[in-house]
Structure formats: C-alpha cells, structure tokens
C-alpha cells in the first residue's frame, strides 16, 4: 500500500531554515510528483508547490518563491521541502502528498509535520 | 480568503443528508477545471474523497457523491453517520492565480 511517512517536529527561531522529509513506499517514486501543502493552526490548506521524482521539474506557490526549495532523493524515495528566512506566520502543519500530475489532485498524504516558528 | 467559496458549517441528524457547496469563478471551476474534495478527520491528514468531480476512490462509501455544475461544485453526504464528523475541503486550479487552490473548508457536525 501506498505509504507516505514525514519526518518529526521542527521548532525554530525567526530566520532559520527547515527542512521536511518525506519518505515514500508501496508505489514506484519516479513514477509521480509529490505536493506539499501546509496548514496553520485553526486554518484551512495552502498548495505550496509540487516536485516531479521522475524529471525533478517543480511548480511552486509565488508567495514562497525565493524561500521555498523542494527536492527529491530517488535512491531513497524520498522528498525533501527546505523552507528558509522563517517567520512566525509560517507556523503550520506541513504535509505532503503524491500528486497525480496528470488529473491534478493529492491522492495519498503523509501524516503531517509541525513546524513552530518562535524566538 | 479563498477563491473558493465553502460555507463554513453544516449539520444534520444521523441518516440524514447535508450538502456542501463550493463556489468559483470564471478563472477556476467555471473555466472547466476539476473540482476535488477531501475530508480531514479531527487531528488526522487530509484524505481524498472525490477526485474528478464525481469520482470516488476505491474504499470511500458510496454515501459520498460529488457533483459540478457552471463555476460550482458540491458534496453530498446522505445517511450522515457519527464518523462523518470532519472538515472537509474542496480543490482545483486557478489559472489567475497560476495555482492550485483549496475551498476554506466546511465543519460538518452530527447532531
């Protein structure tokens, strides 16, 4: 079965960096893309950018371009979301998810990561 | 403020069915593209729903249906349960925005 597992909270100061992983299973990685979408707390979901494992080709949210670098590791599966310059308005459950480029939806999630930015 | 407009509740008796409306514009559903929707139980991940409008994955009851029409999508749940207790999220494509968008999502209560 398709499994995506994230990798465990991150707290950090205004201006560091963080960077999530994503490992996946149960699917051929460079097969599909993976999104990640974010959610602050009490609020709804954000689209972020998605990352094609195949071609590394990669779509991303024009509010984070500049601070958001998305990145795969197809010897592990994995993808990696590094978001820089943090503020405390980035705080926020990241997730990711497979995205099914070619239909453009999110199909399977992983289970989430809290990202706590605070000085 | 999305671009996709979702009431923020909705609620009902057990066994019975509520509907939830997901209103666009001309630069998103109403240009045609795809309309999704998800359901985040309480402290858990988004989960698919329907995708395509109308179509359920494998494993999702049959209970749910999806359905588009103009710049509006819904989704209706008859035979409410207990379980269904739970956000739940439109998506699609904006192309104003050159993004992927989500509805604010709607808090659906079981009486």
């Known amino acids: 079965q398709v499994q995506l597992v994230q990798s465990a909270a991150e707290v950090k100061k205004p201006g560091a960096s963080v960077k999530v992983s994503c490992t996946t299973s149960g699917y051929t990685f460079t097969n599909d893309a993976i999104a990640w979408v974010r959610q602050a707390p009490g609020q709804g979901l954000e689209w972020l950018g998605w990352?094609?494992?195949?071609?590394?080709?990669?779509v991303s949210a024009q509010r984070l371009r500049g601070r958001l670098t998305m990145t795969t590791d197809t010897s592990r599966s994995t993808a990696y979301m590094e978001l820089r310059n943090l503020r405390s308005d980035d705080t926020a459950v990241y997730y990711c998810?497979?995205?099914?480029?070619?239909?453009?939806?999110?199909?399977?999630w992983g289970q989430g990561t809290l990202v706590t930015v605070s000085s | 403020q999305s671009v996709l407009t979702q009431p923020p509740s909705v609620s009902g008796a057990p066994g019975q069915r509520v509907t939830i409306s997901c209103t666009g514009g001309?630069?998103?559903?109403?240009?045609?593209?795809?309309v999704h929707w998800y359901q985040q139980l309480p402290g858990s991940a988004p989960k698919l729903l329907i995708y395509?409008?109308?179509n359920r994955p494998s494993g999702v009851p049959d209970r749910f249906s999806g359905s588009k029409s103009g710049a509006s999508a819904s989704l209706a749940i008859t035979g409410l349960l207990a379980e269904d207790e739970a956000d739940y999220y439109c998506q699609s494509y904006d192309s104003r925005l050159n993004a992927w968008v989500f509805g604010g999502g709607t808090k659906v209560t079981v009486l």
């Open positions: 395509g409008n109308t």
């Open positions: 998810a497979r995205w099914v480029v070619s239909a453009k939806y999110f199909d399977f």
């Open positions: 001309s630069s998103n559903i109403g240009t045609g593209y795809d």
């Open positions: 990352i094609s494992a195949g071609n590394g080709n990669s």
